[in-house]
């Protein structure tokens, strides 16, 4: 085996090991399990601990795949690059990188209208989709500001909100300590249902919540060393928000029954309040606005970068891959990125925006892992991470599985995006074949 070299970027490698661990953590953690129990508990009544034990191991199937493919080709664009390396088809290439690039805008969009909602309310009575897109143009200006800068955000913004997940688990401790609550409740299903079909419908719900550790692979130019880094900081990302989804479930579970879980619009902060600690109920609104600042700026990130490596490989126009000279950012792939995620807010419906997230993120998954097999072949100069075989095969099953739960109107939604998508780069391959430039010049 050969020693690891870091290949040449424009961009600054800022990004170490742990804050690498925190930037997937944060997205990973991101704003869903703040409302998700509730949801989740219609499906599985109070076994909410195992569709999110049942989602993580489908998590890390695709994972396995990407901690491969990305040590094995460091470059921004992620699963585009990975899909141009295994089909050898520009246009397979761009849908890839396209949809990957589109769920991040859509997800911002989301994000966006979740952090105006009810949680700013709370602090800030003011009209719901200007303050979202104030609120993408701040995230924007952080995003500019540096990878170094942003990543700052990060940790301070992921410490924050993993801390209110711990106070849920901490208060429901405290509350059994004292006898309350019932633990029995964590095994109990909805009546009628069987515990598998029961479990499975609960992992397509709680699939949402583990899906953010594919944004990492559009950083991977900025981190020092990332075949050694990148896998481990991936797994232990995954796991760490593994077992802290599993024990707020346990807790959910054991401070109040699923029929009470399902009526709020804000069950963790209902089971806080249940269990008789004095826990503000503000915190907890300050707590969510902060976890959904920093899954918006993660996304992001994420966005802006994959714009400007699919630039970079001449999928899209070349002004997405101008940097700034200072500051070693992507300066028109932040606005225009931002700018796409300002007019979605418009859509308003939050469900549909966040469903369309999981669809378009399946098809880029279900390509990368065929793409580790087929790229098996190849080989390459530099030490990387090698996944079992049998890994990316049951992660293709995954994803299959995952897709056939999608309702009807999300399909055409993602759809509709896909063919916006074709028109943007039948246009791009146009204006470059009129200047007379060609990929790879």
């Known amino acids: 085996m050969t020693k690891e070299t870091e290949a040449p970027s424009r961009l600054r490698r800022a990004i170490t090991g742990p804050m690498l661990f925190a930037f997937i953590l944060g997205d990973v953690l991101g704003a869903g399990i703040y409302a998700l129990m509730g949801v989740l508990s219609e499906e599985v009544g109070g076994m909410l601990w195992a569709p999110l034990l049942l989602a993580l191991l489908l998590a890390l199937l695709t994972a396995g795949s990407y901690a491969e493919l990305v040590t094995k080709y460091p470059r921004a664009g992620g699963a585009a690059v990975f899909a141009e390396r295994a089909f050898h088809s520009r246009i397979v290439s761009f849908l890839v990188g396209f949809s990957m690039l589109a769920a991040g805008v859509v997800s911002a969009a989301g994000l966006a209208i979740a952090f105006a ?65 019932d633990a029995s409740r964590a095994m109990e299903t909805p009546e009628g249902t069987g515990v598998g079909f029961a479990v499975l419908g609960g992992a397509i719900i709680a699939y949402y919540s583990f899906v953010g550790f594919e944004t990492s692979a559009n950083v991977i130019e ?19 928000a593994g077992a802290v989804y599993v024990l707020v479930g346990l807790a959910s579970a054991v401070a109040l029954p699923a ?86 807010t418009l859509i308003g419906d939050l469900a549909t925006l966040a469903e ?26 530099h030490d990387h991470f090698r996944v079992w075989t049998f890994v990316p095969v049951l992660g293709i099953a995954s994803c299959i599985l995952l897709l056939t739960q999608q309702r009807g109107i999300v399909w055409l939604f993602g759809a509709g995006l896909l063919v916006v998508g074709l028109g943007l780069f039948a246009l791009a391959q146009w204006a470059r074949r009129r200047s007379g430039v060609s990929h790879g010049e």
């Open 117 to 181: 909602g009810d949680y700013l309310q709370t602090f800030l009575p003011v009209p719901p989709i200007p303050a979202a897109m104030v609120f993408l143009v701040i995230v924007a200006a952080v995003n500019a500001r540096g990878i170094r800068e942003s990543m700052g955000a990060n940790l301070v913004m992921t410490a924050i909100e993993l801390s209110g997940l711990v106070i849920v688990i901490a208060v429901v401790g405290f509350f059994m300590a004292g006898g309350g609550g």
């Open 222 to 240: 900025e981190v020092k060393e990332p075949s050694k880094t990148y896998p481990k900081a991936l797994f232990a990302a995954l796991l760490t």
């Open 259 to 344: 029929d009470e879980l399902q009526q709020s619009t804000g069950p963790l902060l209902a089971v806080v309040e249940a269990t008789g600690v004095g826990v503000p109920s503000w915190l907890f609104s300050l707590i969510a606005l902060i976890a959904v600042a920093n899954g918006a700026l993660l996304t992001m990130i994420m966005a802006s970068r994959l714009a400007y490596g699919m630039a970079e490989q001449g999928l899209l126009p070349d002004a997405l891959g101008k940097v700034l000279p200072r500051r070693k950012t992507p300066w028109v792939a932040i606005l225009a990125t931002t700018i796409v995620a300002m007019l979605l």
């Open 356 to 381: 369309t997230v999981v669809l378009l993120l399946l098809f880029v998954f279900l390509s990368a892992n065929v793409s580790v097999l087929v790229l098996r072949r190849d080989r390459v100069e």
